[in-house]
């Protein structure tokens, strides 16, 4: 089999879809691949200029919104470590996963400004906090604005040779005591997913894949109706786009059924990602 690291799949998924073809859906607003490959370069190559480094983690405390996927897919590119956050946690349970990841960087929605400020000076590790306005906080001055910190980088492909070594970090709540981070090298994870029973056509290499999308066109339309901080929600949003399909997120803080069915029919979604009875009755 190939070398497989996330941050090359989707480049070359990027280059061989047409540009305007949908990466990111949020209520009417749409990323296109072409918009979405350049800003998670930007986002990592302003990551990189920062001073941050191969193998620092980048934390993310955001519900299911487009800047989620952004900020993991920039992790891969820049070769930091992606770690999630369960943004229903109390200060002190964030406190522990960020201090318990070795943080870096963190990409935070504004509605979680006051519990980020009520912990940031006992985590010295953080480097770069960048808030995503989701409503009308002001950006805090230990803190920089998410669009602005993007908009100032170049947007083109970042000479990085990755590795599939590289890791992605996944914090499971668990049943007993404190969560844990689940350490996965892209090379496994990659290949955990290749399964026979799954795709028509294995390929074995990056070139071969972005061959195979290319072919095939635009994936799927697909709606993480779980949390993407939740390893159901955010491992299949991986599989959607790393077969050049975009991701459609609900506008809604917490889960309705109705929306789900009318962001259904209004972006025809062809794929809903859902966890047992908690989803399913109420969508019945």
Known sequence: MGVWNFGDIIDA???VLPSGAPALVHGTKTTSWLEFHGRTNALARGLITEGH????KLAVLIRNRPEYMEATIASFKGRF???????RYKAEELHYIFDNSDARIVVYGSEFAPIVASIRDRLPGVKTWLQVSV???PIPAFAQDYEAFIAKSPSGDLDIKRSPDDLFFLYTGGTTGMPKGV????GDLRQAQMNPALMPVVPTTIAEHAEIVRQQGPGNR???ACPQMHGTGLLTSFGC???GGSIITLEGANFDPVELWEATARNKA???AIVGDAFAKPMV
């Open 13 to 15: 998924v990027a280059k």
């Open 53 to 56: 480094e191969p193998l620092d």
């Open 81 to 87: 470590v992606h770690v999630n956050l369960n943004y």
């Open 135 to 137: 409503d009308d906080t």
């Open 183 to 186: 350490m996965w090298r892209h």
């Open 222 to 224: 697909f709606i993480p």
């Open 241 to 243: 786009l790393s077969m």
């Open 270 to 272: 062809t794929q809903i």
